[in-house]
């Protein structure tokens, strides 16, 4: 087996960190906080301004709309926008922390999954003793509706390729490919920002969604189509490209655990991202579950059992959302 650009081991964070920021869809102020969580919890959202003490698993089967941004939800316990902080958790190399919120919506920040890799810089990873079981791709999967194409096909590290088509607008086509690893992410990626339509904007606000968005946090494309309403310009000539990749990595980090494959989106947006997991995760007889091993300084893979979704239940305690009760902390706000 060939050794592979993911280090074996699973991590979390060195210390607690917090920022404020307001949310994307309600405009209000939020305080997010990110805290060290025990090896094989995974990474698991709480409301500190509910009675929350299960919070809710960021796992696939928890999401529960996927129109605007990605929401999760566990019983009355709901928490919206996950995708960029779930990409920079995810980037970073973080398979276990507890994120606590005091409202409905992960900050929206710059609209980039920025920010929260400033934060995740300043805590610091920190090597846990369990290794990492990430789901490897064996066979080809392809998911298709309407004009969305999304497939992946075995790969020995994670690569993720993106293409969409706005032909009216400065967008046009862009497509963009990458192969991930931590620094990588953090400069191609991680900076890429939220973008629409002036009128779409102009559109939710009407309909009382969207009260944060403001220059400061989406892309707005000029109702000329040629040009952007924000001071600064672009960040990347491509970054829409760059930020739906961004998107899909948030969306794939739902899965539970690192991914080796190719993963390859043509036209797609959360809808399609959950749509295409349930149909990877269905398709039972092209992945396995492996766990991964240290050997000298490579990484290898070591067969834990054959490939069938039970055993990924069995040896992946997060790749299953568990029920466990963590005692409430002491919450300053
Ligand atoms: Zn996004």
Request: aromatic fraction near 6%; include cysteine.
């Given at each position: 087996?060939?050794?592979?650009?993911?280090?074996?081991?699973?991590?979390?964070?060195?210390?607690?960190?917090?920022?404020?920021?307001?949310?994307?869809?309600?405009?209000?102020?939020?305080?997010?906080?990110?805290?060290?969580?025990?090896?094989?919890?995974?990474?698991?959202?709480?409301?500190?301004?509910?009675?929350?003490?299960?919070?809710?698993?960021?796992?696939?089967?928890?999401?529960?709309?996927?129109?605007?941004?990605?929401?999760?939800?566990?019983?009355?316990?709901?928490?919206?926008?996950?995708?960029?902080?779930?990409?920079?958790?995810?980037?970073?190399?973080?398979?276990?922390?507890?994120?606590?919120?005091?409202?409905?919506?992960?900050?929206i920040m710059d609209g980039s999954a920025g920010p929260f890799m400033l934060l995740m810089k300043r805590a610091g990873l920190k090597k846990q003793k369990a290794m990492r079981h990430v789901l490897r791709i064996t066979k080809e999967v392809v998911f298709k509706s309407g004009d969305t194409e999304i497939r992946i096909l075995p790969y020995d590290g994670f690569k993720v390729s993106g293409e969409i088509h706005f032909e009216d607008s400065l967008i046009d086509n862009q497509s963009y490919s990458i192969e991930l690893d931590p620094e990588k992410f953090n400069k191609e990626i991680s900076q890429a920002?939220?973008?629409?339509?002036?009128?779409?904007?102009?559109?939710?606000?009407?309909?009382?969604?969207?009260?944060?968005?403001?220059?400061?946090?989406?892309?707005?494309?000029?109702?000329?189509?040629?040009?952007?309403?924000?001071?600064?310009?672009?960040?990347?000539?491509?970054?829409?490209?760059?930020?739906?990749?961004?998107?899909?990595?948030?969306?794939?980090?739902?899965?539970?655990?690192?991914?080796?494959?190719?993963?390859?989106?043509?036209?797609?947006?959360?809808?399609?991202?959950?749509?295409?997991?349930?149909?990877?995760?269905?398709?039972?007889?092209?992945?396995?579950?492996?766990?991964?091993?240290?050997?000298?300084?490579?990484?290898?893979?070591?067969?834990?059992?054959?490939?069938?979704?039970?055993?990924?239940?069995?040896?992946?305690?997060?790749?299953?959302?568990?029920?466990?009760?963590?005692?409430?902390?002491?919450?300053?706000?």
């Amino acid at each position: 087996m060939a050794s592979l650009p993911l280090n074996p081991h699973q991590h979390t964070l060195q210390k607690m960190v917090s920022c404020t920021g307001v949310g994307l869809h309600s405009g209000n102020e939020i305080n997010l906080c990110i805290k060290p969580a025990p090896e094989n919890s995974g990474i698991r959202f709480y409301r500190t301004d509910l009675d929350d003490t299960v919070g809710v698993p960021a796992h696939m089967d928890k999401v529960v709309d996927t129109r605007l941004a990605t929401t999760i939800a566990n019983a009355k316990v709901m928490v919206s926008t996950t995708e960029h902080l779930m990409a920079a958790l995810q980037g970073f190399g973080v398979d276990n922390a507890d994120i606590e919120l005091d409202g409905a919506e992960v900050p929206i920040m710059d609209g980039s999954a920025g920010p929260f890799m400033l934060l995740m810089k300043r805590a610091g990873l920190k090597k846990q003793k369990a290794m990492r079981h990430v789901l490897r791709i064996t066979k080809e999967v392809v998911f298709k509706s309407g004009d969305t194409e999304i497939r992946i096909l075995p790969y020995d590290g994670f690569k993720v390729s993106g293409e969409i088509h706005f032909e009216d607008s400065l967008i046009d086509n862009q497509s963009y490919s990458i192969e991930l690893d931590p620094e990588k992410f953090n400069k191609e990626i991680s900076q890429a920002r939220t973008f629409g339509y002036v009128e779409q904007v102009e559109e939710l606000w009407a309909k009382g969604l969207a009260q944060g968005s403001n220059l400061d946090n989406v892309i707005a494309i000029h109702w000329d189509r040629t040009t952007i309403l924000n001071d600064g310009g672009l960040r990347f000539s491509n970054e829409f490209i760059r930020h739906k990749v961004l998107d899909l990595i948030g969306d794939l980090a739902l899965m539970g655990c690192p991914i080796l494959g190719h993963v390859i989106a043509k036209r797609a947006g959360h809808t399609q991202h959950l749509a295409f997991m349930k149909t990877l995760i269905a398709a039972d007889d092209s992945w396995e579950i492996v766990e991964m091993e240290a050997k000298g300084n490579h990484s290898v893979l070591h067969q834990i059992g054959s490939t069938t979704k039970a055993m990924g239940q069995q040896f992946m305690p997060f790749f299953v959302p568990q029920s466990y009760q963590r005692p409430r902390a002491a919450h300053a706000s």
